[in-house]
């Protein structure tokens, strides 16, 4: 189970009230700060899976690699901090948090930080699961029976295709939950789609059209929609 969990904590600490260039233009700048130097095609695939989930509330995301301005961040801005952690020196709670958004207790943050180890660690269920599935499918087929329904709900037949690409989804979903937490000042979660409380290691196999289970919800898209046009700026 992937938790994503929002800490009440002093916001923009390392802020100073320097100024410097003006913002890029974009309807959502995202500073991605990346400590775990990960390898070009991975991070191609983590700003696609988080363009094509905000894509849906017609947000589109300017990406700006390993800078942050000196400055507090515009209401259409934050920073994505992926650390090579797992996480567990920021809590006292439960160790299967992937994702932080530290914020105020009005909802307001900027940064959004991503443990990659803990992705790491899905990823090596979801890599278990495969296996399982693809012993217990070749042995189904030797005794020439049909393959236990509870196998298919462990991975899908192509899993072993959908490996590489699994820890880069795991991180972007992950981290649009956090912007979405950030962007819309939001502290509480939803029933369904990608800010409910915690994934299941099963939808993680979920590419392209099928990624529904991390789909944003209509109130959701509605009120990201602000984005979506021209901002004046100012702080929040
Ligand atoms: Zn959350």
């Known amino acids: 189970m992937i938790a994503s969990l929002a800490l009440a904590a002093g916001a923009e600490a390392s802020e100073g009230q320097q100024q ?3 913002p890029p233009a974009g309807d959502v700048v995202v500073y991605l700060l990346d400590h775990q130097y990960l ?6 695939t983590i700003q696609a899976e988080i363009n094509k989930i905000f894509s849906d509330a017609g947000v589109r995301i300017t990406w ?4 942050s301005p000196r400055r507090r961040l515009l209401a259409n801005e934050l920073r994505i901090v992926v650390l090579p952690s797992d996480g567990t020196r920021w809590f006292q709670g439960p160790s299967n948090i992937i994702g932080i958004a530290p914020h105020d207790d009005t909802g307001i943050g900027r940064n959004c930080f991503v443990f990659y180890r803990q992705a790491i660690w899905f ?13 217990a499918r070749i042995e189904a087929a030797m005794r020439g029976v049909e393959v236990d329904p509870y196998i298919d709900s462990l991975a899908p037949e192509d899993c072993g295709d959908r490996l590489p690409s699994l820890t880069a989804l795991i991180v972007a979903r992950a981290a649009a939950h ?11 979660h939803a029933d ?14 979920a590419v392209g059209s099928e990624g529904g289970p991390f789909r944003l919800t209509d109130p ?7 984005f979506s046009t021209p901002t004046t700026g100012g702080s929040r």
């Open 39 to 44: 390898p070009t095609d991975e991070l191609t």
């Open 220 to 226: 959701e898209i509605t009120a990201l929609r602000s």
């Open 20 to 22: 410097d260039q003006a």
């Open 192 to 205: 369904e789609g990608l800010m409910r409380q915690s994934f299941d290691i099963n939808e993680l196999w």
């Open 178 to 188: 956090e912007m979405v937490h950030i962007l819309l000042a939001k502290l509480d």
């Open 64 to 67: 700006v690699s390993n800078a």
């Open 123 to 135: 990823r090596q269920q979801a890599v278990w699961r495969c296996r399982q599935a693809v012993e």
